[in-house]
């Protein structure tokens, strides 16, 4: 089992460790090649262009073991009701054949929006399960959620 994930501010980040410790998963951080403003003014502007087409921006991960992995639990902030641009990168990126992807995502009222969907669109190969969607100012108190949601879908027992 594999965790992949990207986070602008750590929301994110927190939820992929919480699993990490849960599930003794692997775990991966997709970092941009350039970096994202600091400002939140501007990564908002500068998302909203990137969510409207689809931008993909170059990345620095890469994982070379990706096939050993048959689980994949991908983490991402909600960006304008769907995943975030390098989240996006890293799906179209990759083959995903037969893979079961659990998607999570860290969000301030959105939840998972349409990110199903476009996750299905990029990774029409693989087996995508229902989100995990948590608010990004309660991912502290978020653990019993987190593991009840692993257990639901029997990744820990
Ligand atoms: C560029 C940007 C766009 C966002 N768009 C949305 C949105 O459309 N809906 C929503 O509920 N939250 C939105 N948020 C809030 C984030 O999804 C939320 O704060 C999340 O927990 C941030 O995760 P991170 O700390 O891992 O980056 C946005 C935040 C940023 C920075």
């Known amino acids: 089992m594999l965790i992949v994930y990207y986070s602008w501010s750590g929301n994110t980040r927190h939820v992929a460790e919480?699993?990490?410790?849960?599930?003794?998963?692997?775990?991966?951080e997709i970092i941009p090649t350039?970096?994202?403003?600091?400002?939140?003014?501007?990564?908002?502007?500068q998302a909203k262009?990137?969510?409207?087409?689809?931008y993909k921006p170059e990345i620095n991960t890469k994982i070379p073991n990706l096939n050993e992995y048959d689980i994949i639990l991908i983490g991402s902030p909600n960006w304008w009701g769907t995943?975030?641009?390098p989240i996006r990168t890293f799906l179209s990126q990759n083959k995903f054949d037969g893979k079961a992807l659990y998607p999570f995502m860290t969000h301030e009222g959105s939840r998972m929006g349409s990110a199903e969907t476009e996750i299905k669109t990029l990774c029409p190969s693989a087996k995508i399960f229902h989100g995990l969607p948590i608010r990004g100012g309660?991912?502290?108190?978020?653990?019993?959620?987190?593991?009840?949601?692993?257990?639901?879908?029997?990744?820990i027992s």
């Open 138 to 155: 309660s991912v502290k108190s978020a653990d019993k959620e987190v593991e009840n949601w692993l257990k639901q879908n029997r990744l």
């Open 18 to 28: 919480t699993i990490k410790k849960l599930a003794n998963a692997d775990i991966v």
């Open 83 to 85: 995943i975030s641009s």
């Open 34 to 45: 350039k970096p994202y403003p600091t400002s939140y003014n501007k990564v908002v502007a």
């Open 49 to 54: 262009i990137e969510a409207d087409t689809k």
